[in-house]
């Protein structure tokens, strides 16, 4: 089973950066498709960025486009979401999600239940 721990979340300005991490044990990570949810207060959980397991096909929210870059290291079990220029509306609970399912040939998937592993989150703040 895997099991995925985030890390990297804090208080920041808008405008300002972070990059969170998601370390993963207990299976071939290399073989999971992985993915970025958030959830702000009220809201329900919502897409950010997906990068697949084996061609790093990536996928990415409208929200995040341009400004989050999804990436992935599977020597180090590891996922980064570097987000740049970050919004007070960015702000949320931030989850890696890993999908045992997900096809290499195509684009990784962005729905909630495709997902089969989670973490346990990370607090992103932004300030305005």
């Known amino acids: 089973q895997v099991q995925l721990v985030e890390s990297g979340g804090g208080l920041v300005q808008a405008g300002d950066s972070l990059r969170l991490s998601c370390v993963a044990s207990g299976h071939t990570f290399s073989n999971y498709a992985m993915g970025w949810f958030r959830q702000a207060p009220g809201k329900e959980r919502e897409f950010v960025a997906a990068?697949?397991?084996?061609?790093?096909?990536?996928r990415y929210a409208d929200s995040g486009m341009g400004r989050f870059t999804i990436s992935r290291d599977n020597a180090k079990n590891t996922v980064y979401l570097q987000m740049n220029s970050l919004e007070p509306e960015d702000t949320a609970v931030y989850y890696c999600?890993?999908?045992?399912?997900?096809?290499?040939?195509?684009?990784?998937?962005?729905?909630?239940?495709?997902?089969?592993?989670w973490g346990r989150g990370t607090q992103v703040t932004v300030s305005s």
């Open positions: 999600a890993a999908d045992r399912l997900s096809s290499p040939y195509t684009s990784p998937r962005a729905t909630y239940s495709d997902y089969d592993y």
């Open positions: 990068i697949n397991w084996n061609y790093g096909r990536t």
